[in-house]
Nanobody, 118 residues
Framework: QVQLVESGGGLVQPGGSLRLSCVTSGFTFSSAAMSWYRQAPGKERELVAVITVTGAGDSTNYASAVKGRFTISRDNTKNTVYLQMNSLKPEDTAVYYC?????????WGQGTQVTVSS
């Protein structure tokens, strides 16, 4: 079955960095579009970044709130997708989830908490 396991969250000061990892299994990772979402308390879950496979290599897209600060990447040898987060702000505080859509069904990890606070 599809499994997604996130790690790398924690408490960081404003301006700091974190790298989230999502180890996957149960599907063909190398051809799958992978996404990172986040959900802050009292807010809807929102899309943060997507990495898709194209004929010319990987293509990435970002929410406007994180563009230029976050980078999504993947390692097909490890079936892992990453989210490098730099210049973190208090408003980045949320639970971060990785996700994959397979045959129209979204699969989610358990999430990892990111708290940005001084």
């Amino acid at each position: 079955q599809v499994q997604l396991v996130e790690s790398g969250g924690g408490l960081v000061q404003p301006g700091g960095s974190l790298r989230l990892s999502c180890v996957t299994s149960g599907f063909t990772f190398s051809s799958a579009a992978m996404s990172w979402y986040r959900q802050a308390p009292g807010k809807e879950r929102e899309l943060v970044a997507v990495i898709t496979v194209t004929g010319a290599g990987d293509s990435t897209n970002y929410a406007s709130a994180v563009k230029g600060r976050f980078t999504i990447s993947r390692d097909n040898t490890k079936n892992t997708v990453y989210l490098q987060m730099n210049s973190l702000k208090p408003e980045d505080t949320a639970v971060y989830y990785c996700s994959v859509a397979i045959w129209g069904m979204n699969h989610w990890g358990q999430g990892t908490q990111v708290t940005v606070s001084s």
